[in-house]
């Protein structure tokens, strides 16, 4: 029987708009009045995702930073694994000098090489100019608000200050508005104990190589006793490829890269608009798992 569900959020569990569908939202409600766990495991921050949950009233175990972070809802459970301070330098020093927006996520908020203005102009830049927006009408969310994506913002203005501080950095997001600028940039990030998660060059998770979301949730469910046959697994992008690839009840949505679809046990025949999630629901109690 399965006793938890894992999900990521964007493109899986949430629309672009930061919502979850119908459908799939009253049955996880349902499933975890009954005493089924719920974990969000997610490329995001705490701060990107705490709303979510209070919007949602989800208090739930989150893995974060693509695996880097695993807490609690009030994070008095609070696991770390940070990127080792000399490949942080090096790689930040690349980036910076190529044009990149950095937002370094650490366990003290979010950090840039930009001011605040310069870095959420930057930011609407890339958000305006994505293939997500193409309509130009950004929907009001975490990620689009000045107030939601600068929350615990922190400007400083060498790596090192990071460094001197004792701040330890989860994950850096780097993103560059034109692509031709940063083409083959990645022959040049062959830097020890980090890992990139992308295959756009304009658009890079870098976290340390230690730990990614699938190795963390394998650790999290043998804290919590699971066994790999009681946990079903939901993810669509190449960062959640070894969780899906590791869990015999792994799911990806119709609208998941190729990198997830190949590691799923599972592609399911509808997109996150849809309920992809609700149809993973449907597949387990046809197997009489829920």
């Known amino acids: 029987m399965i006793k938890c569900i894992v999900c ?46 209070n919007d949602y009233q989800l208090d739930c175990d989150l893995i974060l930073n693509n695996g880097t972070q695993y807490c609690n809802y009030n994070q008095s459970i609070n696991q770390i694994y940070p990127m080792d301070n000399q490949s942080f330098q090096k790689i930040t020093k690349i980036l910076n000098d190529y044009g990149y927006l950095l937002a370094i996520h650490t366990d003290h908020g979010k950090y840039s090489l930009r001011d605040a203005d310069e870095f959420w102009n930057y930011h609407m830049t890339l958000l305006l100019n994505s293939k997500q927006f193409p309509d130009q009408e950004l929907p009001k969310k975490t990620f689009t608000t000045r107030e939601g994506y600068l929350r615990d913002f922190h400007y400083v203005k060498t790596p090192q200050e990071i460094i001197e501080q004792g701040i330890k950095v989860l994950k850096i997001d780097a993103r560059h508005h034109d692509a031709s600028l940063v083409q083959g940039i990645k022959n040049q990030l062959n830097i020890d104990y980090l890992d990139i998660s992308s295959s756009f060059e304009e658009n890079m998770e870098i976290t340390t190589n230690q730990m990614n979301k699938g190795k963390m949730l394998k650790k999290v469910i043998e804290q919590k006793g699971y066994h790999i046959d009681e946990v079903a697994v939901f993810g669509d992008g190449e960062n959640d490829h070894d969780m899906l690839k590791h869990f015999q009840y792994s799911f990806a949505p119709m609208n998941a890269c190729a990198l997830a679809k190949q590691a799923a046990h599972y592609c399911l025949e509808k997109t996150v608009d849809e309920g992809a999630v609700y149809e993973g629901f449907e597949i387990l109690r046809q197997f009489h798992l829920m």
């Not at 493109?11 to 979850?20: A, N, P, S, Y």
């Not at 009954?34 to 709303?51: K, S």
């Open 8 to 53: 990521d959020l964007d493109g899986t569990l949430i629309k672009r708009d930061d919502t979850i569908e119908e459908k799939t939202l009253l049955a996880l409600k349902q499933y975890m009045n009954q005493g089924i766990e719920f974990m969000i495991a997610t490329g995001r921050d705490y701060n990107m995702v705490v709303d979510l949950l």
